[in-house]
């Protein structure tokens, strides 16, 4: 496979099961460069169990298959396997800008230099800084921010924040958990729409996790449905795979096909109980007409 | 008043915490005049102006001496022959005098010094140690035990042992301090760094940090304020240690001072110090607040 062909993220037969109870089960599929995909699926499905081992936070002992970037097994966190979280990460002590900058500093440093090389740490620091101030313009921050501590900004900036501190680093993939939970619908919809922007200006791989199945239509290069209900044993599963169709330069939300898309993906997501409730519910309502 | 009413009247609230500053004292005075009019040479419940005395006797200048250069002006007398040479006056270097010493100053100068040296040794223990048990679980499990055990061994209770070991010297009033502090701040470091979020740890790895720095420049750095806020905490019993030591082994000190005067009765004096070893309390208790405050305003709920 040519280097530009080859995935940047590939899962490969990923199964965990905490004693008795398995919750992932030959979970298994790859992102490719520039891909935006994202991952669904009802809660407790173990999407927060498969973020953990794709972003290295679980002893590879305690799982079965392997996580590849790259063309390399990836074992640990890295930069490479940048990850925003659910609740940012900010630091509270430093600025913004500090905090855009600060994983720069802390990959590309090292301990003798930060100690003994003062000069050269506080001009790394300063290089670090003017990188910092072009990735807060990409995500569209005002450089009146910059020097903002982050208890004076807003919950939507703050995610703006956590995303430019992630991309600084240039990793190889972008790994997001549910970001948009928790903000107003006001605040969702200016964050998505920044998102697919700065996906389109950067071309970079993201893997994004969310249940808001809108919000994956609508970013979504691809998107992946993780299930544990199907009739292949227990365990989440990767139930269905889908290209999404439509153009990234307009919006396709008024699109018909938008709504099929959707609703296709949550049925695909139902348990057999689900399914039962829904008939049943939907029998009573007939039967009451009569 | 319903549960967590505020206050509404602005008077009330500014006015209220001096209340029972008032009410103890309004009492002391009643009780100070009772026994006064029983006794009038009271020494049990001193009055104003037996109190004053005592700040006084607290604050009186002793053993000064003013320079005296006037017996170096007398030249040598040579030697003659009605004076043997033995009688020679050689010139005396002049004498600079004694500064003279207030009994306050020095016993704050003495126990200051100790409580600041004890703290210091408890607080780089305490930290080092609890940062690296609230970090990795090996040392997490390697110490927990051993330290929640030998927290239970009240340091008053290890003082004659202090005193075997060190004699009455400065390291073991130093050590009386230490020994009290250390297992409690050893304690609270290491549950407040065990309280790091998960997700910060996660991402400082995640973002190509080093263990080391993971350790110092975001689990540390995160909980300075909190630690700080156990130092204030852990100030308390360390006055207690000092006093404590002082009062039985010392030869300057608050706590010595206070042993010394009670053999005369001399209330006058103690109540004075007592209010003055409060008063620093407070203002040590007041000065880490402020600094939490100015220096970490990001710590306050945001």
């Not at chain 1, 990836?74 to 600060?102: C, G, M």
């Not at chain 1, 997001?176 to 939970?181: A, F, K, N, Q």
């Not at chain 1, 153009?247 to 949550?266: A, Q, T």
């Not at chain 2, 042993?259 to 209330?267: A, N, P, S, T, Y």
Request: some cysteine.
């Amino acid at each position: 496979m040519t280097e530009a062909a080859r995935p940047v993220l590939e899962l490969k037969n990923i199964s965990r099961s905490y004693g008795a109870k398995t919750v992932l089960a030959e979970a298994e599929f790859s992102v490719h460069r520039e891909e935006f995909v994202c991952l669904v699926g009802p809660s407790g499905c173990g999407k927060s169990t498969m973020l953990h081992i794709v972003g290295g936070f679980a002893d590879h002992r305690d799982y079965g298959g392997e996580v590849w970037v790259d063309g390399k097994v990836s074992r640990h966190a890295s930069w490479k396997k940048a990850i925003v979280f659910q609740e940012n990460v900010l630091y509270p002590w430093l600025t913004v800008l500090d905090n855009i900058a600060y994983g720069l500093v802390l990959r590309d440093l090292d301990l003798p230099t930060q100690i003994f090389r003062r000069a050269l740490y506080k001009k790394q620091w300063e290089e670090a800084r003017e990188k910092a101030r072009v990735y807060l313009k990409k995500m569209h921050l005002r450089p009146g921010d910059a020097d903002k501590m982050i208890y004076e900004i807003s919950g939507g900036m703050r995610q703006r924040v956590d995303i430019a501190a992630a991309l600084i680093l240039s990793p190889a993939i972008l790994l997001r958990d549910e970001p948009c939970s928790g903000l107003d619908p006001q605040t969702r919809e200016v964050l998505q729409v920044l998102l697919k922007a700065v996906h389109r200006e950067e071309k970079n791989s993201v893997l994004f996790i969310t249940h808001d199945l809108e919000e994956a239509v609508y970013l979504g290069t691809r998107v992946l449905v993780l299930s544990q209900h199907h009739d292949r044993g227990p365990g989440a599963r990767i139930v269905k795979d889908i290209r999404v169709p439509f153009s990234r330069d307009e919006d396709p939300r008024p699109l018909p096909e938008f709504g099929k898309l959707v609703r296709e993906i949550r049925e695909a997501g139902f348990s057999r109980e689900d399914r039962a409730l829904l008939a049943e519910v939907q029998q009573a309502a007939v039967e009451n007409e009569d | 008043m319903r549960v967590r009413e505020e206050i509404r009247n602005r008077w009330l609230s500014l006015l209220l915490p001096w209340a029972l500053f008032i009410v103890v004292l309004a009492l002391y005075s009643l009780g100070s005049h009772l026994k006064h009019r029983e006794n009038p040479k009271d020494k049990l419940m001193p009055n104003a102006s037996q109190l004053m005395q005592g700040v006084q006797i607290a604050t009186k200048l002793r053993g000064y001496r003013p320079p005296t250069a006037a017996v170096a002006a007398i030249p040598a007398r040579p030697a003659t022959e009605s004076t043997p040479a033995r009688a020679v006056v050689e010139a005396v270097p002049a004498d600079p005098g004694s500064p003279g010493k207030r009994w306050i100053v020095e016993d704050l100068k003495a126990s200051l010094t100790r409580l600041i040296a004890g703290m210091s040794l408890s607080i780089t223990v305490a930290v080092l140690v609890g940062l690296h048990m609230g970090a990795f679980p090996f040392f997490e499990t390697l110490g927990t035990r051993f330290i929640e055990f030998f927290s239970f061994v009240p340091p008053l209770a290890l003082l004659p042992l202090v005193f075997i070991y060190l004699g009455v010297s400065e390291g073991a009033k130093i050590a009386i301090i230490f020994l009290g502090t250390v297992f409690i701040l050893t304690q609270d470091v290491y549950l407040r760094i065990k309280e790091v979020p998960q997700r910060y740890i996660h991402q400082a790895y995640a973002r190509g940090a080093s263990t080391f720095e993971v350790l110092f420049k975001i689990c540390l750095k995160h909980k300075i304020p909190a630690i700080l806020d156990s130092i204030r905490l852990a100030m308390r019993p360390a006055w207690v240690y000092l006093i404590a030591a002082e009062l039985i082994a010392a030869s300057a000190g608050l706590g010595y001072r206070i042993r010394l005067v009670e053999r005369q009765l001399g209330v006058h004096i103690i109540i004075p110090y007592i209010l003055a070893i409060a008063t620093i309390g407070f203002l040590f208790d007041l000065a880490i607040r402020m600094i939490i405050r100015t220096v970490y305003p990001w710590s306050q709920h945001r």
